[in-house]
């Protein structure tokens, strides 16, 4: 039997790294973060349990490389969806209605990926984390803003205080009033993006994880 090619083998791995996100996700938003051990993920993964030491220092590290492989594959899918538009404020609008709607519709998972950035480590510089900043630069650098690089920070930091405050248990701000707040802020139309209110899409998380095996190109 011949060894597997380098191909194969790095084919394996990402398929074995998407699982252990799409578990880690599916695994905190059912149960929360404490109630979620690695050996869990590993499992719901199908994956052994030493895999994910390899691939993550720890398990902070991995539900924050997973929540903003969501996010970001979120965002990705809201600014591509039909009628696809290259109209720079309506593509924000789109992206504040993504982010807003993760708060709405996976609460338990964006309450704890919140707490996570304040941990002291921080953000996680993971391929999933540069994805999602390069995703909102483009979005305000289109949307007509005088200085991109300047106005993604200030976007990112509105979008993480809107998220927070529709997560403060407690005294949770209505996700209607907030998204009104930052479409006023950057001067949006308020009909685009997806709708404020109505029952929340829970639907599948697997669209954004790439588990299955990717295509053969020729000679592969």
Known sequence: MSPRSASVNEELRRRSRERLLHAAV?????????????????????????????????????????????????????????????????RLARAIDAILGLARERPVLMRQHMAGLLHEEGFVQCPEQQRLSELLGDTIARSGAEDGTAGYPMLRALLMGAVYAALVPGVPMPIPVLRAELFERYGLDGEPGLPADGEPDRGDLSRFFATERRPEGPGE
């Not at 929360?32 to 398990?59: C, H, N, Q, W």
Request: no cysteine; hydrophobic share 30%; net charge negative.
């Open 26 to 90: 599916e695994l905190v938003d059912e149960r929360g973060f404490e109630a979620t051990t690695l050996g869990d993920i590993a499992d719901r993964a199908g994956s052994a349990r030493g895999l994910v030491s390899y691939y993550f220092p720890g398990k902070r590290q991995l539900v924050q490389s997973a929540v903003h492989r969501l996010m970001h594959r979120t965002l990705e899918e809201a600014l591509e969806r039909e009628p696809r538009t290259e109209d720079g404020r309506e």
